[in-house]
T-cell receptor, first 113, second 110 residues
Framework: NAGVTQTPKFQVLKTGQSMTLQCAQD?????MSWYRQDPGMGLRLIHY???????DQGEVPNGYNVSRSTTEDFPLRLLSAAPSQTSVYFC????????????FGSGTRLTVV | KNEVEQSPQNLTAQEGEFITINCSYS?????LHWLQQHPGGGIVSLFM???GKKKHGRLIATINIQEKHSSLHITASHPRDSAVYIC????????????FGQGTRLTINP
């Protein structure tokens, strides 16, 4: 089915470990983005990309890296996990330019202990 | 002050009631988005609008650009409408980077 696929759905990490959250879309969307959602706060943008080879920082980029080698994939890397990165992470994609709706992945619930 | 503010934060109503959720924003806007987050956590895009009104089934979204205000209405509400409703707007006119409201948790009781 067309859409945004996020893996894993759940993950527990120890402080200092690294991991990659995967995000893939099959709609040929140029724009892809990562958000974190914390209790009492709205979704916050971590990193985004407007096409293969092009990425930029959002509001809360520290501790995260991204790359965009293909149109379809936009992985989010946690370099050295910290308890402050415990959150629910969402990937979303859209056609480039305003005026288009977003398609969200199902989310990854990450706990760092 | 948040750039995108929603009210109320929580809303409980009886099945069949007419529901209104409000969104006020201070950012530049080219398109405002309404999203629905299900109890299971998934997020679905409901509307994207830049002027006037849009309708989809029992959901109606309106926007007043001059007043920087948007509303989401649900007619004949049903327990399956129970969810968190989120509005979002681009921080900069014409850009895609969104700023999100904190969401309105809607509970519809049978």
């Amino acid at each position: 089915n067309a859409g945004v696929t996020q893996t894993p759905k759940f993950q527990v990490l120890k402080t200092g470990q690294s991991m990659t959250l995967q995000c893939a879309q099959d709609m040929n969307h140029e724009y892809m983005s990562w958000y974190r959602q914390d209790p009492g706060m709205g979704l916050r943008l971590i990193h985004y990309s407007v096409g293969a080879g092009i990425t930029d920082q959002g509001e809360v980029p520290n501790g995260y890296n991204v790359s965009r080698s293909t149109t379809e994939d936009f992985p989010l890397r946690l370099l050295s996990a910290a308890p402050s990165q415990t959150s629910v992470y969402f990937c979303a994609s859209s056609y480039e330019g305003y005026g288009y709706g977003y398609t969200f992945g199902s989310g990854t619930r990450l706990t760092v202990v | 002050k948040n750039e995108v503010e929603q009210s109320p934060q929580n809303l409980t109503a009886q099945e069949g009631e007419f529901i209104t959720i409000n969104c006020s924003y201070s950012v530049g806007i080219s398109a405002l988005h309404w999203l629905q987050q299900h109890p299971g956590g998934g997020i679905v895009s409901l509307f994207m609008l830049s002027s006037g009104k849009k309708k989809h089934g029992r959901l109606i979204a309106t926007i007043n650009i001059q007043e920087k205000h948007s509303s989401l209405h649900i007619t004949a509400s049903h327990p399956r409408d129970s969810a968190v409703y989120i509005c979002a707007a681009p921080r900069i006119q014409g850009a895609q980077k969104l700023v999100f409201g904190q969401g309105t948790r809607l509970t519809i009781n049978p």
